[in-house]
């Protein structure tokens, strides 16, 4: 059962490649759903709404190269936890294909009526979550996990953007019943966009995890 | 590197053990967050609000347990997907603890308003999001497929009730402006009730690829 290092090396290389283009095809998605709702474009929504073949054939390839390493190789220590941080992050970067698609529903509904108000906040928010996401894939395949704390600390002004949108949201709900339709899905939106911001937040503690083999899921549990 | 398969195979059966501990805590939580909104209860709130510790434990618990498997047995085939799907229901079961706390905080906003309705819809979608969660975790323990099938089938339900919910209390907020704000906490705790049943679909479809090594994620896609 021993393999050559270098062809390990190589397919865990190519299997980092594959999670990069996964997480570039998955921000292109949340940034078309973004760019549907800002332009009030409803075929680009029905594009991302439409779903992604090529997002679901990374994610079955990804999935079939980690089984494969582990099955061929069984790698140790570092090499195993890549392994499985792969997979691990290989699921968030579906979760944010599949928010794309939640966002692009919820702007369906929002550009059927008449706007609310000028999209400040929530374009400021897809572009953090978006930076996020690639942060911590970068850190991924850099093993960088100065990196990937920096992205952690991001998730801070993500939340206080989703509030922040709440709080003023609520105010023209409660002054006009008319907006209380599309004034939900934007509401909807900017927690959609605090999610892709955990996904990332996940994919920069497994980065943590692999590098460090250090748990850092949960920060206030003492001792754990 | 050869070790006596008895001593696996316990170790693979305390892990799955392991797992169904830790969706019984989880379901606890979940349930301690509704019983907490109907009862109006905010001491119960808070306590799910603080966090479970038993929950964080678990789950590192669970994780260490996978990685000495997968380091020390290198397992293959079905035993290989079992300890890979562990991990991945490690993970959901932990979201499904934070959507305990998502409910709680929006229970505890909820009841700091008169009550908007009895609440008819969100107890049910509760029930169905929780038996779901435990049918799923049977399934995964007794690798039964039929019994995960049963479970991606019950997600229309949920999905229809979310939408009923939503549709009920947006009449309620154009009526009655002082129901917008309480009404969107009962919004917001159909979705996270929906995301539980979301986790308890990916454990279902873990323990097809787990059993079957068939990937049933992308229904639709044709030949993949």
């Known amino acids: 059962m021993t393999h050559e290092p270098t062809h390990f090396a190589q ?18 998605r949340v940034r078309a759903a973004l760019q549907g709702l800002t332009t009030r474009n409803r075929d680009t929504l ?31 220590a570092v090499d195993l936890r890549a392994i499985v941080a792969a997979l691990r992050i ?19 509904r929002y550009v059927g009526h008449a706007p609310v108000k000028k999209l400040i906040d929530i374009p400021r928010m897809a572009t953090i979550a978006q930076r996020m996401l690639r942060d911590a894939l970068d850190a991924f395949v850099r093993r ?16 206080s953007l989703k509030t922040q949108i709440f709080r003023e949201l609520l105010t023209y709900m409660l002054q006009d019943p008319t907006t ?3 004034s939900l899905d934007l509401i909807l939106v900017s927690r959609h966009l605090e999610r892709i911001g ?26 754990a």
Chains 1, 2 share one sequence.
Do not use: Y
Not at 92 to 100: F, H, I, N, P, T
Not at 209 to 215: C, E, P, R, S
């Open 46 to 76: 029905d594009e991302v709404i439409a779903g992604d073949r090529q997002l679901n054939d990374l994610q079955i390839d990804i999935d079939e190269r980690c089984f494969t390493l582990l099955a061929l190789f069984h790698p140790v």
């Open 11 to 28: 397919e865990l290389q190519a299997l980092r490649d594959r999670v990069l283009v996964m997480g570039r095809v998955a921000e292109r």
């Open 144 to 159: 960088d996990t100065e990196l990937a704390q920096h992205v952690l600390n991001e998730d801070d002004s993500l939340d």
């Open 90 to 108: 290989n699921t968030d970067l579906e979760r944010v294909g599949d928010l794309a698609i939640n966002i692009a529903e919820a702007a369906q």
């Open 198 to 223: 955990d996904h990332a937040t996940n994919v920069a503690e497994d980065v943590i995890f692999m590098v460090l083999a250090k748990d850092v899921r949960h920060h206030s549990a003492e001792g």
């Open 180 to 182: 209380i339709e599309p």
